[in-house]
C-alpha cells in the first residue's frame, strides 16, 4: 500500500504543478492584456486633453487676434481724428488773420468816418452862422438818419466778427478750462458712469415712448444719457446723493429684470432708505476710525452725510477727516486737548451738510448745531470761529482754522467755482417750490434745465403752460445765470385702484 500511495502523491503533485504552471501562466497573459488596456486609456486621456488644450489655445488666439483688430481701427481712427484736428486748426489759424485784416480796415474806415464828420461839421458851423447851441441841435437832425445808419452797419459787421471769431474763441475757453481743472473731480462731482453687459439694456431702460426712463428721472432727480457709449450709461446730476440712488436703483432694476415705472417708483423708495442707512454707517464708522465717543446720533448722520458733499471740489469727509489729524497732532504738539482738537476739526464744516438755512453762514450754522447737540464750548467756538464770523475764546479754535486752510490749500484739492454753482443749482429748484402746487423741482444738465413735477388735481393742463412761463419770468428776473434755462413743467395723472 505504501508504494501506491507514494505514487498517487507523486502523481497529484504532478498535476497540481501542471495545473498551477497554467493557472500562472493565464494569470500573466490577464495581467498583460490589463496593462495594455490601461495603456491605451491613459494614451487616449492624454491625446483628448491635449486636443482640448489646442482648442483652448486656438480659441485664446482667436480672442486675441480679435482684440488686436480692434486697437488697431481705435488707432487708425484716433489718427484720422487727430489729422482732422490738425486740418481744422490751420484753417482757424487762417480766419484768424482774416479776422485781423479785417479790424485794420475797420478801423481805418472808422477814421475815415470821424474825419469827414468834423469838415461836415466845420461847413455847417461856416454856412449856417448860427449860435453853437443851434448848429449843435441843427446838426443832431441832420445827422440822426446818417448816424443810424452808420450805427447799424457797425453793428452788423460786429455781429459778423463775432461769428467768425465765437468758435475759436470758445475752444480757447474749452481748453483752459480743461487744463485748469482735474477732469477726475469734475466727473467725480457731477457724474457716474452705470457699466451694462449688453447693449440690449438700453433699450429696456428707456421703455416704451421714453416712459421708463422718464419715470426714473423724474423718481431720482437726475438727468440720464443713453447715448452710443458701448455698454454705459451715464448718469448726471450736481448732487452726488441723488446719483447714487439712480446708480444702485438702476443696478437692482436690471438685476431684476422687471423694468416699468411701477416698480421703478418702488426700487426707488427701497434705495433711498438704504442710502440714508448706509450714511448713518459711514458715520460711525468715520467716528470710530477717528477714536471720537460720545457723539450725538444726529451728528453721526450728518458726518456720513459728508461723503456725498464736496467743499470746492474736495470731499467734505475726506477734508474733515483731514483736518481732524492735523488738529490732534497739533494739540499734542502744543500740550493741549488733542480729543476735543479732533473733535472740533471733523465737525468744523458740519454746517454744509443741511440743506436748509442757506443763507446762514456754514460755519454759523455747525456751531449752531453742535451746541444744540451737546458739544462743549470750546468745540462750539471752535467751529463757529474757523471763518472768523465770531470771536475765538479757547485756545484750540486757531489750530481749527489754520488746520483747515492746510488741507484746503494743496494744490488741486479744492476748486473755488463748485460752491457758487451748487448754490445756484439749489436756488434754481427753490424758485420753483415757491409756486403752488409743485411738488419737485430737479436742475438737471448743469442747471441748463430745470425740471418741475406738479401735482395733478391741483394744476390742469393750461395752469402748467402758465407756471412754466412764471416760473421762467421769476428766474430772468430775480437770478443770474450763464445761457440760457428750459423750464419743464411734468403733470401726470394717475388712476389707482387695490383688488382683494
Known amino acids: 500500500m505504501e508504494p501506491i500511495t507514494i505514487i498517487i ?20 497573459k490577464e495581467a498583460e492584456r490589463i496593462k495594455k488596456e490601461k495603456i491605451l486609456q491613459a494614451k487616449e486621456k492624454f491625446i483628448e486633453l491635449k486636443s482640448q488644450h489646442e482648442r483652448s489655445i486656438n480659441e485664446k488666439n482667436r480672442e486675441f487676434n480679435k482684440a488686436q483688430t480692434r486697437v488697431k481701427e481705435k488707432e487708425t481712427k484716433l489718427n484720422q481724428r487727430l489729422g482732422e484736428m490738425n486740418k481744422k486748426e490751420k484753417e482757424l489759424i487762417e480766419e484768424k488773420k482774416t479776422v485781423v485784416k479785417q479790424k485794420e480796415i475797420l478801423s481805418k474806415k472808422q ?23 443851434q448848429a449843435k441841435k441843427e446838426l443832431v437832425e441832420t445827422l440822426k438818419d446818417e448816424a443810424k445808419t452808420e450805427a447799424l452797419s457797425i453793428i452788423q459787421g460786429t455781429i459778423e466778427e463775432a461769428k467768425l471769431t465765437a468758435s475759436q474763441e470758445a475752444k480757447k475757453i474749452v481748453i483752459q478750462t480743461i487744463q485748469r481743472i482735474a477732469t477726475e473731480q469734475s466727473i467725480e462731482n457731477a457724474v457716474s458712469v452705470f457699466n451694462i453687459d449688453s ?10 415712448e421714453g416712459r421708463n426712463i422718464r419715470a426714473l428721472e423724474a423718481a431720482t432727480g437726475v438727468d440720464i444719457i443713453v447715448d452710443d457709449t458701448p455698454e454705459a450709461i451715464i448718469i448726471s446730476c450736481f448732487d452726488s446723493v441723488r446719483r447714487e440712488i439712480a446708480r444702485l436703483s438702476l443696478h437692482k432694476l436690471v438685476t431684476d429684470g422687471r423694468i416699468h415705472p411701477a416698480r421703478i417708483e418702488e426700487v426707488v423708495k427701497k434705495t433711498t432708505k438704504e442710502i440714508k442707512d448706509e450714511i448713518i454707517e459711514i458715520g460711525k464708522k468715520t467716528t470710530i476710525d477717528l477714536g471720537i465717543h460720545g457723539l450725538h446720533p444726529e451728528l453721526i448722520r450728518m458726518v456720513g452725510r459728508m461723503r456725498y458733499r464736496s467743499s470746492y471740489g474736495q470731499n467734505l469727509l475726506q477734508h474733515s477727516r483731514e483736518t481732524a489729524n492735523l488738529c490732534a497732532t497739533m494739540a499734542a504738539e502744543l500740550g493741549l486737548d488733542s480729543k476735543a482738537a479732533k473733535r472740533a476739526g471733523l465737525l468744523h464744516d458740519i454746517g454744509k451738510v443741511p440743506e436748509d ?73 427753490d424758485t420753483a417750490l415757491s409756486f403752488n402746487g409743485v411738488v419737485k423741482s430737479y436742475a438737471i444738465q448743469a442747471g441748463r434745465e430745470l425740471r418741475v413735477v406738479v401735482e395733478s388735481e391741483k394744476v390742469s393742463d393750461s395752469e402748467a403752460n402758465k407756471l412754466s412761463f412764471q416760473i421762467s419770468e421769476k428766474i430772468q428776473n430775480e437770478m443770474t445765470y450763464p445761457g440760457q434755462v428750459k423750464v419743464t413743467v411734468i403733470r401726470e395723472t394717475r388712476a389707482i385702484s387695490i383688488a382683494k
Open 9 to 28: 502523491g507523486l502523481a497529484s503533485l504532478s498535476i497540481g504543478s501542471v495545473i498551477s504552471f497554467f493557472i500562472l501562466k493565464n494569470a500573466k
Open 111 to 133: 477814421k475815415e468816418l470821424d474825419e469827414n464828420k468834423k469838415k461836415q461839421i466845420q461847413q455847417l458851423e461856416e454856412i449856417s452862422n448860427l449860435s453853437a447851441e
Open 199 to 208: 447693449d440690449d439694456l438700453k433699450g429696456r431702460i428707456i421703455g416704451r
Open 357 to 429: 438755512n442757506a443763507e446762514t453762514p456754514h460755519a454759523i450754522l455747525g456751531m449752531q448745531l453742535a451746541e444744540k447737540y451737546g458739544e462743549k464750548p470750546e468745540v462750539c467756538n471752535a467751529i463757529g470761529a474757523h471763518h472768523d464770523e465770531i470771536e475765538m475764546t479757547s485756545l484750540i479754535s486757531p489750530l481749527i482754522q489754520v488746520c483747515d486752510a492746510v488741507s484746503g490749500a494743496r494744490p488741486g484739492a479744492r476748486r473755488q467755482i463748485l460752491d457758487s454753482y451748487i448754490s445756484r443749482i439749489k436756488e434754481l429748484e
